[in-house]
C-alpha cells in the first residue's frame, strides 16, 4: 500500500519537527512513481513545497529495462546510483536544509547516503533518509544506519497465496487489487533527530516523547524547557503545527496502538498504562484519529499477526 507507505513516512518526519521535504526515486519505475505522488500529495497538502529528484538520463535507462526480464534494483545499483553521484550531490546540496528525504527504497537510501558523504553533509542533522522494504544488511550497513520503512512482507506472501489457492481452485477472483499496509518503521541513525533550531523546544519535544505515557501535562513540558506554559504552546503551534497537548496526545495514541497490537491488555489497562484513565474517552478519540475502534483495531492486528504464524 504505497500511500500507506508515504504516510507512514510523512509522519515519522513532522514528528521529529521537519519542515522540509524531499523524495528520491528511480522515476519511470511503477512503485517509485506511486511512492513519490502519494508523498507529494501529503506534502503539498500542508501547504509545503516537496522537493523531488529528477534525472533525464535515470528515466530513460529504466523506462528501458522496464521492458526487460533484467530487475531494476539490480541495474539501479550498477549504474543509476555512481553515475549519476555528482548530480546527486549538487540535488542535495541545494535543499534547504534541514529536509526529510524520502527514497523509493533502501538502495536509493543509500545512494543518497554515499552522496551526503562526498558532498560533506551532516546526516540525519542537515539531512534525514528514510529508505522503504527495511533490508536490514543494507540498512544497518549503511553509514549511518538507515531508518527505514517495515513492510508486513508475509502478509504481502499470505494474502497472494491465498489468491493462487482459491484460483487453482477454480474459484472466480476479484480483480480489484489488494492492499497491504506496513508494519511501521525502523528507526536508525539517519533519522533519530528532532529537526528544529529552537533548542528549547527541542528540549519539550523530547520530554515529551520521553515521558507523555507518565501522566505530563504540558505545565511539565514547559517546566523542563525552562518556558511559560504560553511561550511553550505559541512556538509549538509556530514551528511544528500543533500544540504541545495534541503532541502528548499524539504518542500516547500511538503507544495505545502499539499495545493493542501487542498484548491482550484490556482497554481499560491500556488506558492506565497511557495516562488515559477514561476508557470512553479513549474509545472516542482513538476512532476520531484512526477512523476505527481499538477494538477494531485489535481484531486487524491479530488477523495479521493469525497469518504470519500460517505462513512459518
Not at 505515557?213 to 506554559?229: F, T
Not at 497490537?261 to 476512532?287: P, Q
Request: with cysteine; hydrophobic share 40%; net charge positive.
Amino acid at each position: 500500500d504505497n500511500n500507506a507507505v508515504a504516510a507512514i513516512a510523512f509522519e515519522h518526519f513532522r514528528e521529529r519537527g521537519f519542515r522540509h521535504f524531499a523524495f528520491s526515486g528511480f522515476n519511470g519505475a511503477d512503485y517509485s512513481d506511486a511512492r513519490r505522488e502519494a508523498f507529494v500529495r501529503l506534502v503539498e497538502k500542508q501547504k509545503i513545497h516537496c522537493h523531488i529528484y529528477h534525472n533525464a538520463w535515470e528515466l530513460g535507462l529504466v523506462r528501458r529495462y522496464k521492458t526487460t526480464c533484467y530487475n531494476l534494483d539490480t541495474v539501479s545499483t550498477g549504474y543509476l546510483g555512481e553515475k549519476n553521484r555528482e548530480l546527486t550531490v549538487q540535488w542535495l546540496r541545494q535543499l534547504p536544509k534541514p529536509v526529510g528525504i524520502l527514497t523509493c527504497n533502501d538502495i536509493r537510501g543509500q545512494q543518497m547516503l554515499d552522496a551526503c558523504a562526498v558532498a560533506g553533509i551532516t546526516v540525519p542533522d542537515d539531512v534525514a533518509v528514510l529508505g522503504v522494504n527495511n533490508d536490514e544488511m543494507l540498512c544497518d550497513l549503511a553509514n549511518p544506519a538507515m531508518s527505514s520503512v517495515v513492510p508486513n512482507a508475509k502478509r504481502i506472501g499470505y494474502q497472494a497465496a491465498a489468491l493462487l489457492d482459491q484460483m487453482m481452485w477454480g474459484k472466480k477472483i476479484s480483480n480489484e487489487p489488494v492492499y497491504v499496509e506496513p508494519l511501521g518503521i525502523q528507526t536508525r541513525s539517519s533519522t533519530d533527530v528532532l529537526a528544529i533550531e529552537d533548542r528549547q523546544l527541542a528540549v519539550a519535544a523530547r520530554f515529551i516523547r520521553e515521558h507523555a505515557c507518565k501522566n505530563i501535562s504540558v505545565v511539565d513540558a514547559a517546566r523542563a524547557a525552562a518556558l511559560g506554559e504560553r511561550t511553550l504552546e505559541r512556538r509549538f503551534l509556530k514551528m511544528l503545527g500543533h500544540t504541545p497537548k495534541e503532541e502528548i496526545l499524539r504518542a500516547r495514541l500511538n503507544r495505545a496502538k502499539q499495545l493493542l497490537s501487542e498484548t491482550d491488555f484490556s482497554l481499560a489497562t491500556i488506558g492506565e498504562m497511557i495516562g488515559l484513565e477514561h476508557t470512553e474517552y479513549l474509545s472516542r478519540i482513538f476512532k476520531k484519529k484512526f477512523g476505527i475502534t481499538p477494538g477494531q483495531f485489535r481484531a486487524r492486528a491479530q488477523t495479521a499477526a493469525a497469518a504470519d504464524k500460517l505462513t512459518e
